[in-house]
């Protein structure tokens, strides 16, 4: 029998000793073995950023692409020296520019919604007070007018719905010319239209904190707690507070009062606005703060580390609730 | 009005009514704090306000030493929006460097307008606690330091390896940001001694009337 020609085997190629050197330069890649350079790859100065943060792929990518099989030496150019080495290749390179775009990078990325929380929790403060303001200077402009129903009201709400409105009943105010009483109508119109932006602002935040925050959301409940992270300063400090500082979050003055002056430390800042403060005996609120500051302090973390994905309330309010009514 | 050097590289005495310093604006025409820009005899000045930057408030409370040069490379830790950091760079020209590194995104935005008009300021947001975040920026002449957080020595000290034989460091000191009850001249006194290990402290001024209760340290390297 025949026997079967023999294939030529291709040469093994040989594993060189001599390791390749990767240069990872701000502006590419560049692969040297014995001294010569055998591989380069070299960025458009647009893409220098954002390569930048994908450099592991493409050093991946790039280490593929060379022929030679060796052990892989890096080697990392860096900060303004690299304008230099780009130079001795010839490519133009500007190491401020590519750092311009790459802080631009990061402040994109780096983005978070608790940002957003914070903005819109702000935003409620100052619309109340916004409210207010127009219900204070209203009652006592249209007060000129309609007394009686004035000091009937009890509510915003209700105030908003008859401002600029005839009288239907006898009256110690005087009688305001139709033009008086429009322009009172028109700022009534301002009020109206703010207590439903504060509405819709309610609403956002509510829907806002059950997806970056839903543990602290159902604790503190969804304004409070917004507005412990937007005085914390974000999720993410919140989170790293011991509940000793979440229990008196917003009571700063109060504190350094206390720790400058000696007078009694506060009890609670934001949390007295906590709905369950109300439920407890004013003597209690001290303590159901520190309970409740303790129960935020554990959602928070499980918020922030699980990136609102964990939830875990169930438990937390039972305990808490289990707790409040010893209080009681 | 009269204009005239000062004894330090770079700034100026501007004689008006008031007497107030100034710098060489590196990008004439470009005032991004709404600086006053004054011209004269074809050189664009940039007022530095006292009040509006500390090492301002340290040399017109008259700081003996100034020793920042053109062509210097300089780490500023904490540079906000950049403002002081503007008038570093119009100092040190072209041919230096500012490596600002602040660790605050919403500032950093405003210091990236700053920096896209002024090609010797180099962005850095980082946190100026880890200075491996930015060990490429290497040897620096000089060190400016003002990140009002309470552990500021402790700054200083983790970023004096970059500073270059027979540089100098310059360190603005809020009492408030290290302790709300103690007295402020109580305060500088410890932080004197805690800087005295590291440096020779070459001068130091308090900063009143422009900003109160801080301090501002010259410093230079032990050899
Ligand atoms: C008083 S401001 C600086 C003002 C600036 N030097 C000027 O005069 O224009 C302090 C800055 O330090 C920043 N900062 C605080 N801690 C920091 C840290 N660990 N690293 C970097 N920057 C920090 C703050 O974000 C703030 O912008």
């Not at chain 1, 330069?25 to 220098?48: D, M, S």
């Not at chain 1, 390179?93 to 990078?105: A, H, R, Y």
Request: net charge positive; with cysteine.
């Amino acid at each position: 029998m025949k026997r079967s020609k023999r294939r030529k085997r291709p040469k093994k190629q040989k594993f060189e000793k001599e390791p390749v050197k990767i240069t990872i330069a701000p502006f590419g890649l560049f692969a040297f073995h014995k001294g010569k350079l055998v591989k380069k790859e070299i960025w458009k100065p647009k893409e220098c950023a954002q390569n930048y943060f994908k450099r592991e792929e493409l050093i991946k990518k790039f280490k593929s692409k060379i022929a030679i099989k060796a052990k892989y030496e890096k080697n990392i150019i860096f900060g303004p020296e690299s304008e230099k080495f780009a130079k001795k290749f010839g490519i133009k390179f500007n190491f401020q520019k590519f750092m311009i775009d790459l802080t631009k990078l990061k402040i994109k990325f780096g983005f978070s919604k608790d940002k957003l929380v914070i903005q819109a929790s702000n935003m409620l403060d100052e619309t109340n007070k916004m409210i207010n303001m127009f219900y204070e200077r209203l009652s006592e402009w249209y007060g000129f007018y309609w007394p009686e129903i004035v000091e009937r009201v009890n509510s915003v709400e209700e105030f908003s719905k008859i401002v600029g409105k005839k009288r239907t009943e006898q009256s110690m105010g005087f009688d305001l010319e139709e033009k008086d009483l429009k322009m009172i109508g028109i700022a009534g119109e301002e009020l109206k239209s703010l207590i439903s932006f504060k509405e819709k602002v309610s609403n956002y935040i509510e829907k806002l904190m059950s997806e970056i925050a839903p543990n602290t959301s159902k604790i503190a409940g969804p304004l409070v707690g917004a507005k412990l992270i937007s005085v914390a300063g974000s999720l993410k400090k919140l989170a790293e507070m011991p509940s000793s500082t979440i229990q008196v979050l917003g009571a700063e003055k109060a504190l350094f009062r206390h720790i400058r002056k000696g007078t009694k430390p506060p009890k609670y800042g934001i949390l007295l606005s906590h709905e369950l403060m109300h439920k407890v005996k004013q003597t209690n609120r001290g303590k159901l703060a520190r309970l409740l500051a303790s129960k935020i302090s554990i959602a928070a973390k499980i918020d922030y580390y699980s990136q609102g994905k964990e939830k875990k309330w169930e438990e937390l309010l039972k305990d808490l609730e289990e707790k409040v009514s010893e209080l009681k | 009005m009269k204009i005239t050097k000062s004894k330090f590289e770079g700034i100026f005495w501007i004689e008006n009514e008031k007497k107030k310093i100034a710098t060489i604006n590196l990008v004439p025409g470009y005032a991004p704090f709404g600086e006053q820009l004054i011209k004269h005899k074809n050189v664009e000045y940039r007022i530095w306000e006292p009040h509006r930057s500390k090492w301002a408030a340290a040399i017109m409370k008259g700081i003996k030493e100034f020793p920042l040069k053109k062509g210097n490379k300089v780490l500023y830790l904490g540079a906000a929006s950049g403002q002081s950091a503007s008038y570093i760079s119009d100092i040190v020209g072209d041919r230096g460097k500012v490596f600002c590194v602040e660790i605050s995104p919403r500032v950093m935005r405003e210091l990236i307008f700053v920096a896209e008009k002024k090609n010797n300021m180099i962005p850095i947001l980082a946190d100026a606690t880890n200075p491996s975040e930015y060990e490429f920026v290497g040897e620096v002449d000089f060190i400016f330091q003002d990140v009002a957080v309470k552990e500021q020595v402790d700054v200083l000290t983790k970023n004096k390896k970059f500073l270059k034989k027979g540089g100098y460091a310059m360190i603005a000191i809020k009492s408030r940001s290290i302790d709300v009850s103690a007295k402020p001249s109580e305060i500088f006194k410890n932080i004197e001694k805690e800087l005295e290990k590291h440096f020779i402290i070459v001068d130091k001024k308090r900063l009143e009337p422009y900003e109160m209760d801080h301090i501002v340290f010259l410093l230079s390297q032990k050899s």
